[in-house]
C-alpha cells in the first residue's frame, strides 16, 4: 500500500535527468550549427576553421570521460555533477568574450571537459543504479527529451542571434545551463541507500536470481578475441559512420541558408527534424524488436541513405521536408543501434569492453563529421559532395552490418550444431 500512496524518488531522478537534458544537453549539442555562419564571418575564417570548435568540444569529452568515471564512482556525484555544470556554463561564458577563433576553440575544450560529466555519463549510472525496471523507457524517456529542448531553442537561439548577436545568444545558453545547478544539489543522489530505499521494481527474489545468472559463465567473445574478426572493425566502421552523418546534419541550418533559406526557417525546420525525432527513437526500438536485426538495419540505413539524397535536392521544398522525416525517423541510428549489434555479434562476454571502442568511434564520428563537411564546403564551394557521401556511407555500413550478422549467427548454428553432436 506504501507503494501506491508515494512516488518512488527514482522518478525525481528521472525528472532531473529530463531537465538536464532538455537544458544541458540539448543547448550543447543542438544549436551549434546555428553559430557557424554568424562566427565565421566576423572573424573572417573558413567554416572548417570554425568546426575545429566543434572538434575541439568532443576531443575534450573524448580525453576527459575515463576520468570523469572513476570520479563519480569514487567520489560525491552529486557535487560533482554541479561542478561540471558550473564550469560547463563557463565555458559558454568564455565564448562571450572571445577575441579570435583561436580562443574559441579553446573555450570548446575547456567546455567538453566538464559537459562530459553532466549528462550523459552520470545520468546513465544513475538510472542503472535506481531502476531495475522499466529502466529502458526511463533512458528513453530522458533522452527524448534533448529533441524537445531542441525543438524549444532552436528558434529561440536563432532569434537572439538575429537581434542581439551571436555572443548574446551564447551568454543566455551560459545562462541556462547555469540556472540547471540547484536541480542537481536538490534532487540528485547517487545511490538508492541514500534515500533509504531500494531500487525502483526491486524484488526480493532479483538477488538469488542474480546470484544464479553470476553462476553461469558469460557467452561470447573477448575484446582480443573479437579484435581478431573483420565484423569487429565493420562494427566499428558503422558506428564511425552513423556519428559522421549526425555530425554532418549539425550543419543543416548553414547548408539551408546557402540555398536561399530565411535564417528563422533554418531554425524552425532543425526544431522540426528534433520534434519528429522524439518520436522517431522509440520506433526505431520497436521495429528491431519486431524483425530481425538484419531487416531492421536494412531499414534503418536505406531509409537514411534515401534522406540524404533528397537532401542533396533540398532547394525543392518538398524534397527537404522529405529528407527531415527521413532523417528524423533514423537520427538515434548512432546511439540505440551499436550496443544491440555489439550484444548480437559478441555475445556478453567483454560486452562492456568491446562496446566502449564502439562509444570511442561515436565520438571520433562526431568530432570529425561537421568538421570535414566544413572543410568541404571550404574547398569546393558548395555542398554539392555533402549528402552524397553520407548517403554512400550508409549504404555501405548497412552491407558491412548485415553482412557480418548474418556470417555471426551462422557460426553461432553451427557451434550449437557441434555441441550437439
Known amino acids: 500500500m506504501e507503494r501506491t500512496k508515494r512516488v518512488h524518488y527514482s522518478w525525481w531522478i528521472l525528472a532531473a535527468g529530463f531537465i538536464l537534458y532538455f537544458t544541458v544537453q ?22 572548417s576553421v570554425f568546426l575545429l570548435h566543434n572538434v575541439a568540444l568532443n576531443l575534450g569529452g573524448l580525453i576527459a570521460a575515463p576520468i570523469w568515471g572513476k570520479l563519480l564512482k569514487k567520489y560525491n556525484m552529486q557535487r560533482l555533477m554541479a561542478f561540471g555544470i558550473v564550469m560547463t556554463g563557463v565555458g559558454f561564458y568564455l565564448t562571450t568574450i572571445a577575441p579570435n577563433i583561436y580562443m574559441l576553440i579553446a573555450a570548446g575544450f575547456f567546455r567538453g571537459v566538464f559537459f562530459i560529466g553532466t549528462t550523459m555519463l552520470p545520468l546513465a549510472m544513475l538510472l542503472t543504479s535506481w531502476f531495475e525496471e522499466k529502466r529502458g523507457f526511463a ?51 547517487a545511490e538508492p541507500a541514500q534515500k533509504g530505499l531500494k531500487p525502483y521494481g526491486y524484488k526480493e527474489e532479483n538477488e538469488q536470481q542474480e546470484q544464479k545468472k553470476a553462476a553461469k559463465p558469460a557467452t561470447g567473445y573477448t575484446l582480443k578475441e573479437a579484435a581478431k574478426t573483420p565484423y569487429f572493425y565493420i562494427l566499428l566502421f558503422a558506428s564511425f559512420a552513423t556519428t559522421f552523418v549526425a555530425g554532418a546534419m549539425m550543419q543543416l541550418s548553414p547548408y539551408l ?89 559478441f555475445g556478453t562476454k567483454e560486452f562492456a569492453a568491446i562496446v566502449s571502442m564502439t562509444v570511442a568511434m561515436n565520438r571520433f564520428g562526431s568530432m570529425s563529421g561537421g568538421y570535414i563537411i566544413g572543410l568541404l564546403y571550404d574547398i569546393t564551394g558548395n555542398n554539392d559532395l555533402i549528402w552524397p557521401i553520407c548517403s554512400a556511407l550508409m549504404v555501405i555500413s548497412m552491407g558491412g552490418i548485415v553482412f557480418s550478422l548474418k556470417k555471426m549467427r551462422k557460426q553461432k548454428k553451427e557451434v550449437m550444431a557441434m555441441a550437439m553432436v
Open 26 to 47: 540539448a543547448l550543447t549539442m543542438q544549436v551549434m550549427g546555428l553559430f557557424t555562419k554568424p562566427i565565421s564571418e566576423e572573424f573572417d575564417v573558413p567554416r
Open 139 to 189: 533512458m528513453s524517456i530522458m533522452t527524448a527529451s534533448a529533441g524537445i529542448g531542441g525543438v524549444v531553442f532552436n528558434p529561440l537561439v536563432q532569434q537572439i542571434i538575429t537581434e542581439y548577436g551571436w555572443r548574446k545568444a551564447e551568454l543566455f545558453i551560459a545562462a541556462v545551463v547555469l540556472a540547471t545547478t540547484p536541480i542537481v544539489l536538490l534532487i540528485i543522489r
Open 257 to 345: 541558408t546557402d540555398l536561399g533559406y530565411e535564417p528563422m526557417f533554418a531554425a524552425q525546420t532543425v526544431s522540426l527534424l528534433a520534434l519528429i525525432s522524439i518520436f522517431g527513437r522509440p520506433l526505431m526500438g520497436v521495429i528491431h524488436d519486431k524483425f530481425k536485426s538484419t531487416t531492421a538495419a536494412c531499414i534503418f540505413f536505406t531509409s537514411a541513405a534515401v534522406g540524404f539524397l533528397f537532401l542533396s535536392n533540398a532547394s525543392n521544398l518538398l524534397f527537404l521536408r522529405v529528407a527531415v522525416v527521413l532523417w528524423a525517423f533514423n537520427s538515434g541510428i548512432s546511439l540505440i543501434m551499436p550496443p544491440l549489434w555489439t550484444a548480437e555479434l
